[in-house]
């Protein structure tokens, strides 16, 4: 069982220029999640989804899209990557409520 | 609003000494609430839950952690810490969308 799939693992863009990071689940899980992470700020959430076709913004939105068109995919879009877009994105899925995430690995990316 | 506070941001036990990492929270309602562990360079992993029951819940690699609703809390422990328990930790609350702390950094020496 892969769980959740994260791709690419590491990503240097410029400033402007935009990228797709890609997340992928195989537990037919309905919820799926993007969290940023920065160094002593804990993990924030982005963008969520309760099922195909349906998504919404989490706390820190801004500069991001989101699409949902299958159960198992998740993909996360920089149109104009900025500096402070610079960070460690996780992408996590549940079945809900109190049986948690599971996380992908990660995707570190730096804005240059 | 939902919110988690972890107080220490680091902290250093000797291989062998026992290990409490401090969680408080706030919601509306009796929360879900979780442990994580995340290792350099990897994600998170599920160490622990509680959502209903026993205060008292048992998790992997022999942690437990205590929910006390009086206090707002739902502390990690261990009796026992192994050189390979270093690592960040975080607590986290909520439902469908769980609000993480800013982690506190397990430094382990030998």
């Known amino acids: 069982n892969a769980g959740v799939t994260q791709t690419p693992k590491f990503r240097i863009l410029k400033i402007g220029q935009s990228m797709t990071l890609q997340c992928t689940q195989d537990?037919?899980?309905?919820?799926m999640y993007w969290y940023r992470q920065d160094p002593g700020m804990g993990l924030k959430l982005i963008y969520y989804?309760?099922?195909?076709?349906?998504?919404d913004k989490g706390e820190v939105p801004n500069g991001y899209n989101v699409s949902r068109s299958t159960t198992e995919d998740f993909p996360l879009r920089l149109e104009l990557a900025a500096p402070s877009q610079t960070s460690v994105y996780f992408c996590a899925s549940s079945s809900g409520g109190g049986y948690g995430y599971t996380f992908g690995s990660g995707t570190r990316l730096t804005v240059v | 609003a939902q919110s988690v506070t972890q107080p220490d941001i680091h902290i250093t036990v000797s291989e062998g000494a026992s290990l409490e990492l401090r969680c408080n929270y706030s919601y509306g309602a009796t929360p879900y609430l979780f442990w994580y562990v995340q290792s350099p360079g990897q994600g998170l992993q599920l160490l622990l839950k509680?959502?209903?029951?026993?205060?008292l819940v048992q998790g992997i690699k022999g942690f437990e952690a205590e929910f006390k609703r009086s206090q707002s809390s739902f502390n990690l422990r261990k009796p026992s810490v192994h050189w390979s328990d270093a690592a960040e930790y975080f607590c986290a609350v909520g439902g469908n969308k769980l609000v993480f702390g800013a982690g506190t950094i397990l430094r382990v020496k030998s």
């Open positions: 989804s309760v099922g195909a076709g349906i998504t």
């Open positions: 537990m037919n899980h309905n919820y």
């Open positions: 509680y959502f209903s029951g026993d205060t």
